[in-house]
């Protein structure tokens, strides 16, 4: 079984930057498609960035160009850069494969204030 353990979220005033981790542990062997998902207020969690097996990335629009997803596998981490953040990014942010075949982490709260 496969446990997710994100880390790194934090306060941060509107146009700062955070790095996220997200270590994982048990039966795994390569980390291979990977996303970052968030779950904002009042809203439905989402996906908001992926890195599929060959290092293709995706991103949500509202993210593109400030977020950054990687993989580091000798260390079984996933990393997303968050940059120039805005106070619609507070939310709580966890990752899992697609689909989510994983049991959810506990996520790591990010607070954008204004």
């Known amino acids: 079984q496969v446990q997710l353990v994100e880390s790194g979220g934090g306060l941060v005033q509107a146009g700062g930057s955070l790095r996220l981790s997200c270590v994982a542990s048990?039966?795994?062997?390569?980390?291979?498609?990977m996303a970052w998902y968030r779950q904002c207020p009042g809203k439905q969690r989402e996906m908001v960035a992926v890195r599929r097996s060959g290092g293709v990335t995706t991103y949500t629009d509202s993210v593109k160009g400030r977020f950054t997803i990687s993989i580091d596998n000798a260390k079984n981490t996933v990393y997303l850069q968050m940059n120039s953040l805005k106070p619609e990014d507070t939310g709580v942010y966890y990752c899992?494969?697609?689909?989510?075949?994983?049991?959810w982490g506990q996520g790591t709260q990010v607070t954008v204030s204004s």
């Open positions: 048990g039966s795994i062997f390569r980390l291979n498609t």
């Open positions: 899992n494969g697609i689909p989510p075949l994983y049991n």
